[in-house]
């Protein structure tokens, strides 16, 4: 008895793929060449799924990750490319300092935080459903701690960047968060023994040569 197969588009062709199928499986299964948009499977980044879907008798369309959302009768799919926006905030962790001076530092690299409308644009586009305009709020009123929680499940689609009318680029603002508490934060002691472990040579790790 044959499989039953549920009938969806994608990027305006007709797939039929099983009810168990994510989109990006249903995708590459359909024989279609996967070249771009696909992080988990080797050629990006997690993330680079993002995608705009609209279900079967719904107007409203939204976003997803095609990599976690499995397909439905009648759904229409479009991939979405990823854009590089005109300014691009550069620094240097290892320069920051004790803390005390981190709010500074958060403004001289990303002075349009502060411009945060409060519109909730960025939380509707994020696919995982992360607070994102909250951890904006804490990471320009200087508090890193909560914005790296906030952020923590960030996997920089950039759908959010791209949804701000301010042009505030919250994920590498949440990045740069996380990477602010990591740098000032005691790091675990099962890893710093392990580490001391094989720079002693106590301990030795075997890597496997490639084939050639």
């Known amino acids: 008895m044959s499989e039953n197969l549920l009938t969806l588009t994608i990027d305006g062709r007709e797939v039929k793929a099983s009810a168990d199928s994510s989109i990006i499986q249903a995708y590459a299964r359909s024989g279609s060449a996967v070249t771009a948009n ?6 990006g980044v997690c993330g680079s799924c993002r995608c705009m879907i609209r279900k079967e008798g719904e107007r409203e369309v939204t976003t997803a990750l095609a990599c976690e959302t499995k397909v439905e009768e009648g759904m229409q799919v479009s991939f979405l490319d ?11 962790v290892g320069e920051v300092g004790d803390g005390w001076n981190w709010l500074d530092d958060t403004a001289k690299a990303f002075p349009e935080a502060q411009n945060c409308r409060h519109c909730g644009g960025c939380n509707r586009a994020c696919p995982k459903g992360l607070e994102v305009e909250n951890g904006v709020a804490q990471v320009v009123s200087g508090d890193f701690g909560a914005a790296a929680l906030t952020f923590d499940q960030c996997v920089m689609c950039n759908l959010c960047t791209l949804s701000c009318p301010e042009h505030i680029r919250p994920n590498h603002l949440g990045l740069f968060a996380r990477r602010m508490k990591a740098a000032r934060t005691l790091r675990p002691v099962d890893l710093m023994r392990r580490l001391r472990e094989i720079d002693s040579g106590k301990m030795k790790v075997e890597f496997e040569e490639e084939a050639m």
Do not use: L, S
């Not at 696909?38 to 050629?43: I, P």
């Open 38 to 43: 696909v992080g988990c499977m080797g050629q």
């Open 82 to 92: 990823y854009f590089i926006p005109e300014h691009i905030q550069y620094y240097d």
